[in-house]
């Protein structure tokens, strides 16, 4: 059995993360944490808490990228919404034994070291899916 926790986050793909955080920071007044890398997914992000919950926001660094190919086919705007999950072993088995189309059927690296993995926007009603579990 797993829990899905609190949503974990609003991932943003933006073209320029430097450009995109001075809205967040200057206009809204809240607090950009660092940046992080992650290789895998071809993407540089950077979190902005907002109570439980956080705005991702996610540069591709390469152009065959998942964030350049949402930007390049929408534009710039809401990408994925991540669900904290306690057991994201327990999520994906569970998922997987109920027939829904899987992205990841292992957990991945995620920012922060979280472990990470994707369900399909055709299983979840048109929405890019994130189960994160954080240590
Ligand atoms: C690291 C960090 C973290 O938090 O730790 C992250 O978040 S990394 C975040 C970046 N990494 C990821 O997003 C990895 C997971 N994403 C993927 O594997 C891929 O982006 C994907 C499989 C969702 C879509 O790949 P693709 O663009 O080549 O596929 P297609 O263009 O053929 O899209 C297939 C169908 O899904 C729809 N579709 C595609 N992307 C999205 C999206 N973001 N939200 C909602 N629907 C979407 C398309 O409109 C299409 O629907 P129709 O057929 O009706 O036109
Ligand atoms: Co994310």
Same mark, same amino acid.
């Given at each position: 059995?797993?829990?899905?926790? #609190? $949503?974990?986050?609003?991932? =943003?793909?933006?073209? /320029?993360? !430097?450009?995109?955080?001075?809205?967040? %920071?200057?206009?809204? *007044?809240?607090?950009?944490?660092?940046?992080?890398?992650?290789?895998?997914? #071809? $993407?540089?992000?950077?979190? =902005?808490?907002?109570? /439980?919950? !956080?705005?991702?926001?996610?540069?591709? %660094?390469?152009?065959? *990228?998942?964030?350049?190919?949402?930007?390049?086919?929408?534009?710039?705007?809401?990408?994925?919404?991540?669900?904290?999950?306690?057991?994201?072993?327990?999520?994906?088995?569970?998922?997987?034994?109920?027939?829904?189309?899987?992205?990841?059927?292992?957990?991945?690296?995620?920012?922060?070291?979280?472990?990470?993995?994707?369900?399909?926007?055709?299983?979840?009603?048109?929405?890019?899916?994130?189960?994160?579990?954080?240590?």
């Amino acid at each position: 059995m797993f829990k899905t926790l #609190k $949503v974990d986050h609003i991932g =943003i793909a933006v073209k /320029d993360l !430097e450009q995109a955080k001075k809205f967040y %920071t200057e206009v809204l *007044g809240m607090t950009a944490m660092g940046e992080e890398v992650v290789e895998q997914q #071809k $993407v540089k992000v950077c979190f =902005i808490p907002c109570g /439980d919950s !956080e705005v991702e926001l996610l540069e591709s %660094t390469s152009p065959d *990228g998942p964030i350049a190919k949402f930007i390049e086919k929408n534009g710039e705007g809401i990408q994925h919404m991540a669900l904290r999950v306690d057991n994201i072993e327990a999520a994906l088995a569970d998922l997987k034994a109920k027939g829904v189309r899987l992205i990841d059927e292992k957990p991945r690296y995620g920012a922060g070291g979280a472990s990470i993995a994707f369900v399909h926007p055709k299983a979840t009603g048109g929405i890019l899916l994130e189960l994160s579990e954080r240590k």
